[in-house]
């Protein structure tokens, strides 16, 4: 076992924040850790044999219900986001962009760092670059400070990669590599991961639920004699496995304990399934909320696309905060932002399904605009250094299938 594995290993046992949470980037190969998390880390809670079984209806996985299929490239950068201030001209630039696989989930928090910059100064107004997670939040959280803000961007929300993740908690989703961060990184993670946690309540048990809780299954795999499993395909491997920084350990006060499930306890399979609670973002609904909420707070939105960070300087406000996301490698030449490709394959949503599912490394999360179903073959590597965003259409096939199988020994039996 390489000691990527371990590490993904160790994460789907423990059920903290990342990847390895159904974000997804674990491989869900094993119930049983290598060794535990930390010396102090807690075991699972093992579930008493009497509990009921819930309600776990099964997921259509059929081609023909895949209504769409998204790719989108993830920012990751090796020492985390970048969150510095410089000067461009008569302009303060506050950067807020490198969020890997963690933008959602860290967008209020690192939000919150960068209007802190900002609002130095006191300046009336202020411009954002970019309309994803990290721009609309940053936006808000600069009203709220009291500037009159402008979004610049060339795509809004539905068209940015924003709209194609998971939708997930994962707040340290290939966010930083271990060996390029050091622990005051670690705490500015904490920081931001508590601050963002705690602003999601706001979202929480509102009309067409922007944000909602819902349980994931860890399910083990079954033996390979089992009939019918499809094979899984084998990773293409982006050079050697990177060890990615975890985190989850800081914030277990405010994390769920995942579950064992004894054998029978689910309709899934006949080994022990692990089950924990996450929060998810059902993205249509929560971008239009936040939107909504800061055209409401007097915002304004002018598509504009700049090719270079002296373009900024150009603005009419004098500070301007930069969360081009993925969009940084050109806009500002930083080659330290890496595309880790993702690609979605979309099912029709079926209300009935409330939970997620990783299995045999395909991950299927039910949302309230879709049914999220994703290949992450080889884990956190997956998509690693592969800028190419087009779709692989055999890829969502694949990962179809092998849910089809799944499910159609779940409803046999
Ligand atoms: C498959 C997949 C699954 C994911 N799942 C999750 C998850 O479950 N949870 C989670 O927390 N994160 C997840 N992520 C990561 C998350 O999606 C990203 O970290 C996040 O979307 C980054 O947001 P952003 O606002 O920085 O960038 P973007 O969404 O890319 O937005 C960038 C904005 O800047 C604008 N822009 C860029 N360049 C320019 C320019 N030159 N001029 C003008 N405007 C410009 C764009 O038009 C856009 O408006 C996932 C990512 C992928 C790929």
């Known amino acids: ?127 954002v670059v970019g309309c994803g997670a990290l721009g609309l939040t940053s936006a808000l959280l600069a009203q709220e400070a009291g500037a009159k803000v402008t979004i610049y961007a060339k795509d809004l929300l539905p068209d940015t990669r924003s709209a194609r993740a998971t939708g997930s908690w994962t707040p340290d989703s290939r966010i930083a590599l271990t060996d390029s961060v050091g622990p005051e990184f670690a705490a500015q993670w904490e920081e931001m991961a508590r601050i963002s946690f705690k602003r ?34 084998v990773p293409p491997q982006a050079g050697a496995p990177l060890e990615f920084a975890t985190y989850g350990e800081r914030i277990r006060d405010i994390t769920p304990r995942p579950e064992i499930l004894p054998a029978g306890a689910t309709p899934f399979s006949d080994g022990p399934v692990r089950r924990t609670s996450l929060m998810q973002y059902n993205v249509a609904d929560y971008a239009h909320t936040l939107m909504a909420d800061f055209l409401a707070a007097g915002g304004r939105v002018e598509r504009r ?18 969360c081009p996301g993925y969009g940084a490698r050109a806009l500002c030449k930083d080659e330290s932002v890496t595309p880790v490709r993702g690609q979605i394959g979309w099912l029709i949503p079926q209300p009935e399904v409330n939970y997620g599912v990783y299995y045999r490394n395909v991950s299927m999360l039910s949302r309230r605009d879709g049914i999220v179903v994703q290949a992450l073959w080889g884990g956190d590597m997956f998509g690693f250094g592969n800028d190419q965003e087009v779709i692989d259409r055999a890829e969502t096939e694949h990962a179809i299938s092998i ?9 046999a039996g």
């Open 1 to 127: 076992m390489t000691g990527f594995e371990t590490l993904n290993r160790r994460r789907l046992m423990t059920g903290l924040a990342g990847g390895g949470l159904l974000g997804l980037g674990g491989c869900a190969t094993a119930l049983t850790p290598a060794r535990p998390a930390t010396p102090s880390a807690a075991p699972p809670y093992v579930t008493p044999f009497a509990e009921r079984r819930p309600p776990i209806a099964p997921v259509h996985a059929r081609m023909d219900r895949v209504f769409d299929i998204t790719v989108c490239l993830r920012p990751f950068r090796a020492t985390g986001p970048r969150l510095d201030a410089e000067q461009v001209g008569d302009t303060l630039v506050v950067h807020n962009y490198g969020h890997g696989g963690s933008g959602w989930s860290l967008s209020w928090g690192s939000g919150t760092f960068a209007v802190r910059k900002a609002m130095a100064g006191s300046p009336a107004s202020v411009a």
């Open 403 to 411: 849910l089809a199988e799944l499910y159609g020994r779940m409803t």
């Open 200 to 233: 999601f309540r706001r979202y929480l048990g509102l009309p067409g639920d922007p944000i909602e809780w819902s349980d994931r299954y860890y399910l083990q795999d079954p033996p390979a004699s089992t009939p019918g499993l499809v094979p899984m395909p």
């Open 305 to 322: 696309e700049f090719h270079s960070l002296s373009d900024l300087a150009g603005l009419k406000e004098k500070v301007v905060i930069n």
